[in-house]
């Protein structure tokens, strides 16, 4: 596979994660009445507005060049979390198929991220 057609695909396999990070961050910011009474649901209530806005940031942390591995830790981190929820209450994993295409992306773009120096 060629370089320029490595990073077209590490681009667009990156940015469905982010997107819908940005997605579920905006719709937590709007007050959208199923992500509200889901989340109050589950005890987050009072967080809603903090993990809207974490999901913004953290989106648009990993799709700036400069700062797309520490959006990638956020991330994985962020989504884990939302993973175990998910898990423990029976919802599909959604927060798992995210994560992985997020080291796809970003193993895609550079393998040296995770190989040893």
């Given at each position: 596979?060629?370089?320029?057609?490595?990073?077209?695909?590490?681009t667009?396999?990156?940015?469905?994660?982010?997107?819908?990070?940005?997605?579920?961050?905006?719709?937590?910011?709007?007050?959208s009445?199923?992500?509200?009474?889901?989340?109050?649901?589950?005890?987050?209530?009072p967080?809603?507005?903090?993990?809207?806005?974490?999901?913004?940031?953290?989106?648009?942390?990993?799709?700036?060049?400069?700062?797309?591995?520490?959006?990638?830790?956020?991330?994985?981190?962020?989504?884990?979390g939302?993973?175990?929820?998910?898990?423990?209450?029976?919802?599909?994993?959604?927060?798992?198929?995210?994560?992985?295409?997020?080291?796809i992306?970003?193993?895609?773009?550079?393998?040296?991220?995770?190989l040893?120096?």
């Amino acid at each position: 596979m060629s370089p320029k057609t490595k990073r077209i695909l590490s681009t667009v396999i990156m940015v469905l994660p982010a997107l819908m990070l940005a997605i579920s961050g905006f719709a937590k910011l709007s007050g959208s009445e199923a992500v509200v009474n889901g989340l109050t649901k589950m005890g987050f209530g009072p967080y809603i507005k903090i993990f809207g806005i974490a999901e913004i940031i953290f989106a648009a942390l990993f799709l700036i060049p400069a700062t797309y591995k520490t959006g990638f830790f956020l991330i994985l981190s962020y989504l884990g979390g939302a993973a175990a929820v998910e898990i423990a209450t029976g919802q599909p994993p959604v927060g798992l198929v995210l994560i992985t295409l997020a080291w796809i992306g970003v193993f895609l773009r550079d393998k040296k991220n995770f190989l040893p120096a």
